[in-house]
């Protein structure tokens, strides 16, 4: 098994900056990938990034692409989300996600093993 934990998480203004972090541990060697999603109240979960173990490639979102930037330290088992120009409609919890069976479609929740607990960010006004 997988165990995440994210952190990071917080009530910051709109323009302003959070980092999200997100560390595995249990049986890492089966992480193909590492994904972040969020949720709004009353909405779907959706795909915000996503990143390759190996080689470190990284996928956007349209909805955050030029703002976030996701980053791993793979002697931490720990990947990081850098959210910038932070937008109120960027208020969710945020879920740190590990692909163990290599997803089809990177985007789709479903396609993800393992879950952390999440962390809300809220953005103000």
């Known amino acids: 098994q997988v165990q995440l934990v994210e952190s990071g998480g917080g009530l910051v203004q709109a323009g302003g900056s959070l980092r999200l972090s997100c560390a595995a541990s249990?049986?890492?060697?089966?992480?193909?990938?590492m994904g972040w999603f969020r949720q709004a109240p009353g909405k779907e979960r959706e795909f915000v990034a996503r990143i390759n173990w190996s080689g470190g490639a990284t996928y956007y979102a349209d909805s955050v692409r030029g703002r976030f930037t996701l980053s791993r330290d793979n002697a931490k088992n720990t990947v990081f989300l850098q959210m910038n120009s932070l937008k109120p409609e960027d208020t969710a919890v945020y879920y740190c996600a590990a692909d163990a069976t290599v997803a089809t479609i990177m985007s789709i929740p479903d396609e993800y093993d393992y879950w952390g607990q999440g962390t809300q960010v809220t953005v103000s006004s």
């Open positions: 249990g049986r890492t060697f089966k992480i193909y990938a």
